[in-house]
Each structure stands twice: as structure tokens, then as C-alpha cells.
């Protein structure tokens, strides 16, 4: 059990371009979220699967965002036409669902649009 | 207003020192309650974890919840310079739910050596 992994930690794209990021989370666990922190601000929910499942997503994601889970390990977040404002640390996190719902986090991916 | 509030600081204190990290929520629903350490740069790191009201102590750390006050607090004991840190609280209502965490700011601490 290596945690939860980023793939990639840094990309620097350009407005308008494409960009797609993966997470794998923590083996056993059936949940999976992805979060966006801002510098100084605590991370905030965009959205979660309970195994291949999108559960629920935040007004927060909008219609350029999109998150697949689709054999329920590994998590992809794309963001269409990348924006400055999309500019952020994005971050996934796994759990086991009931129980507390203890999330452990991934290093992060951290984006720059340009 | 934000659900949880949390004193961005910075904070800075003499190694040693006992630290005082607290937030506030105004959800009565939230049950389980979280505190995280991030370094710069790096994704969050679990360091204590309680359920409802109570207290809870792990080496140096020592989490306490007052739901009756919407309060929580993270003590740490003998502060280190390695425990600078952004401190986050974290919070979400009982099992059932998504699990969705809601957090705080975060609160900068510097230990200086």
C-alpha cells in the first residue's frame, strides 16, 4: 500500500488547452474524491465516487470539468478549455465508505494556466 | 459565512511552546471531525481524527471537540520546528452521508527554533 498517487504533481498549460489528471487511491478503498485548493484557502469538494458511482458533484465543477472512475480503481479529472482561474492545487482523496469516512490525500496536482 | 471558520494566523512561537489551533462550524449536524497538516506544496496529512464531542490524545497531539459550543481545538505539546505547518480542521456530518469534508482556512504555525 504505497497512499494515494498524483499523476501528474505539476502542469503548466496554456488558456484554452485541455488538461487531464489521474489518481490512484489507496487500494481497498471504495471511495474516491477530488478537491481544489486555492493558495490560503482550504481545499473545497468538487466531487466523489463510491466505486465507479459519481455520487455527487459541487456546483464548484463546471460543465468544463469532468471526472470519470471507470472500473472503479484509478480516477481521471479533465478540464476543458483551461481558464487563469482554473490555476489551483488539485487534490484526490480515498476512503473506505461508512466507519468516519476517513480520507487520506494524494500529493496533489498542481496546475498553472497561462 | 463560511460553515467552518478558522484564524489564518500566522502563528509563530518559540520551540517548545504549547500550541493552541481552533475552529469553529455552525452545522450541529457535523460529527466527525479531523485535523490535518499540509507542508508547501504538498497534499494533506492526517493527524488526528475524533468522533462527536470528547477528547483525544496521540504523543504530542491532543484534539478536543465541544459540539455544545460548535468548538474545536488541536493542542500540540512540545513544539518542534518540524512542525511548521499549515494546520487544517476539517468536518462532515455522520455516516450515511457522502462524506464530503468541509475545511477550514487553515492556520500557519512557525516554531522557531
Known amino acids: 500500500d504505497t497512499g494515494v498517487s498524483q499523476d501528474p504533481r505539476h502542469k503548466i498549460t496554456k488558456r484554452g488547452q485541455n488538461v487531464t489528471f489521474r489518481c490512484d487511491p489507496i487500494s481497498e478503498h471504495n471511495r474516491l474524491y477530488w478537491y481544489r485548493q486555492t493558495l490560503g484557502q482550504g481545499p473545497e469538494f468538487l466531487t466523489y465516487?463510491?466505486?465507479?458511482?459519481?455520487?455527487?458533484k459541487s456546483r464548484l465543477l463546471s460543465d468544463r470539468f469532468s471526472a470519470e472512475r471507470p472500473k472503479g480503481s484509478f480516477s481521471t479529472l479533465e478540464i476543458q478549455r483551461t481558464e487563469q482561474g482554473d490555476s489551483a492545487m488539485y487534490l484526490c482523496?480515498?476512503?473506505?465508505?461508512?466507519?468516519?469516512?476517513?480520507?487520506?490525500f494524494g500529493a496533489g496536482t498542481r496546475l498553472s494556466v497561462l | 459565512q463560511k460553515e467552518v471558520e478558522q484564524d489564518p494566523g500566522p502563528l509563530s512561537v518559540p520551540e517548545g511552546a504549547i500550541v493552541s489551533l481552533n475552529c469553529t462550524y455552525s452545522?450541529?449536524?457535523?460529527?466527525?471531525f479531523m485535523w490535518y497538516r499540509q507542508y508547501s506544496r504538498k497534499g494533506p496529512e492526517l493527524l488526528m481524527y475524533?468522533?462527536?464531542?470528547g477528547n483525544k490524545e496521540d504523543g504530542r497531539f491532543t484534539a478536543q471537540v465541544d459540539k455544545s459550543s460548535k468548538y474545536i481545538s488541536l493542542f500540540i505539546r512540545d513544539s518542534q520546528p518540524s512542525d511548521s505547518a499549515t494546520y487544517l480542521c476539517a468536518m462532515s456530518p455522520g455516516s450515511g452521508n457522502t462524506g464530503k469534508l468541509i475545511f477550514g482556512q487553515g492556520t500557519t504555525l512557525q516554531v522557531k527554533p
Open positions: 482523496a480515498s476512503s473506505l465508505a461508512g466507519g468516519g469516512n476517513i480520507q487520506y
Open positions: 465516487f463510491q466505486n465507479e458511482a459519481q455520487l455527487e
Open positions: 452545522n450541529s449536524a457535523f460529527q466527525y
Open positions: 475524533t468522533y462527536s464531542s
